[in-house]
């Protein structure tokens, strides 16, 4: 990307510096005057632009260097050896420009980023940066202050690119970067769910790179609240089978669960037909327990089977399935009676059990009902029936109602409720 035009022999008469030169030749010093472009010949003595100020000492000590630096064979020793007197004579903002656009040149030459980046600050300070130009100068210190690691800098500079609308090559995710690489990984992921919102707002794209940089950053440093942000975003923007097992399994290794929220978790990877793997299939196995949802083991081991997922040599699995299948016939046997006892206990813990009965066996209506009556109770875990109330009526076609139960789900178990009311919107297409 070229953005400076060096100062060379060639264009010197046409330029702004040149003519300085001719005058500081001639003995005039202090502010030169510019020669008025030929379409504004016709326009008042008034309107002329304005002179350029470059001191006769400065002049003295930068010409020498441009035309070394323009030299077939420049010597870059001697020419960075020189440098420093001449920034020493740097007063105006005409003078910072053309021994920025030096400095940055002779750094390019010898693929010095510090010096580049000093180069383009000093122009940028000079205010002599065209405005429709800003934008892609300050993306040009940002990138050169990153691989300078001052991170402050690179932020700057790249948050000034963005306001000026120069998001070429999506600076926002180099400036999430700049928190990782101090350890601000707070701050780090603030700012990219900030820039995802912006482009939502916008109706644009949203970056995907984005949002799995934010997932693994969560996920890394053990950020459960973060983790349930971005995993989302992840399925909201990006749906797909390989998606929801990946945000499914990282937020239920990641989060710090115990076996009633793994189940809601591994249920909803199987009604997205998102079960990954074995540990899955092992999960979801441990978490209903086949002492507590037999038919519902069952109903998975044999999924598993017929995925090819799960081994029939297992001995384990093989074990688990038999002590399973017996229990859940006895329960199939006396389910409506069950469940009838369940309907009129008034023990908050009896309804949710009755509840998770109906569930396990597909009795949906039930489950709903059963549900519906724990939240009216004290001493209900909110969360645990809200969800399971939502799987309820999404069971039974109830999207919209699901999803509004799910979102009504707080505290920690709000991040398994939002990807539950994802994935309803998504199947109801809502």
């Not at 199987?270 to 037999?294: C, G, N, Q």
Request: glycine fraction near 8%; hydrophobic fraction near 45%; charged fraction near 20%.
């Amino acid at each position: 990307m070229m953005i400076f035009t060096r100062i060379s022999k060639a264009s010197r008469p046409s330029s702004a510096l040149a003519l300085a030169l001719v005058l500081a030749a001639t003995g005039t010093a202090g502010v030169f005057a510019l020669e008025q472009p030929a379409f504004a010949q016709k326009k008042k003595k008034e309107e002329k632009p304005a002179a350029k100020s470059y001191s006769k000492e400065f002049i003295a000590a930068y010409q020498p260097l441009a035309d070394a630096v323009n030299a077939p064979a420049p010597d870059y020793a001697t020419i960075n050896a020189q440098l420093p007197a001449m920034k020493a004579l740097i007063q105006s903002n005409d003078e910072r420009m053309v021994a920025g656009n030096l400095i940055y040149n002779v750094g390019t030459k010898n693929q010095n980023r510090a010096q580049q980046l000093e180069g383009v600050e000093l122009m940028l300070a000079s205010g002599q940066v065209p405005a429709e130009n800003q934008g892609q100068y300050n993306l040009l210190a940002g990138q050169l202050a990153y691989n300078e690691k001052e991170y402050a800098k690179t932020r700057t500079y790249l948050m000034k690119a963005v306001e000026f609308g120069y998001t070429e090559g999506e600076p926002q995710g180099l400036i999430a970067e700049s928190f990782f690489a101090e350890d601000n990984h707070a701050a780090g992921l603030k700012y990219l769910a900030e820039a995802i919102a912006a482009e939502e707002a916008a109706g644009n794209p949203v970056n995907e790179q984005w949002v799995r940089r934010g997932l693994q950053m969560a996920y890394n440093n053990q950020m459960a609240e973060e983790l349930g942000q971005f995993g989302l975003l992840f399925v909201k923007h990006f749906p797909s089978t390989q998606n929801w097992g990946e945000v499914i399994a990282i937020t239920a290794y990641g989060g710090g669960w115990q076996n009633p929220e793994i189940l809601d978790l591994v249920r909803l990877a199987r009604s997205a037909k998102a079960m990954r793997d074995e540990r899955m299939y092992a999960d979801y196995i441990d978490s209903a327990d086949y002492r507590r949802l037999p038919g519902e083991v069952v109903a998975v081991i044999d999924e598993g089977y017929a995925q090819g997922t799960l081994k029939k040599t297992d001995t384990y699995v093989a074990e688990v399935r038999g002590m399973a299948a017996e229990r859940a016939k006895t329960d199939r046997a006396d389910l409506a009676g069950l469940l009838s006892k369940a309907k009129a206990s008034t023990d908050v813990k009896s309804i949710v059990t009755g509840g998770d009965l109906a569930l396990s066996y597909g009795d949906y209506a039930a489950a709903e009902v059963l549900y519906t009556k724990a939240l009216g109770m004290p001493g209900v875990d909110a969360g645990l029936a809200r969800t399971r109330l939502g799987i309820a009526q999404l069971e039974q076609g109830k999207a919209a109602e699901a999803v509004a139960t799910f979102n009504a789900v707080e505290g920690k178990r709000a991040a398994i409720a939002r990807l539950w009311a994802t994935y309803a919107a998504e199947e109801a297409g809502i």
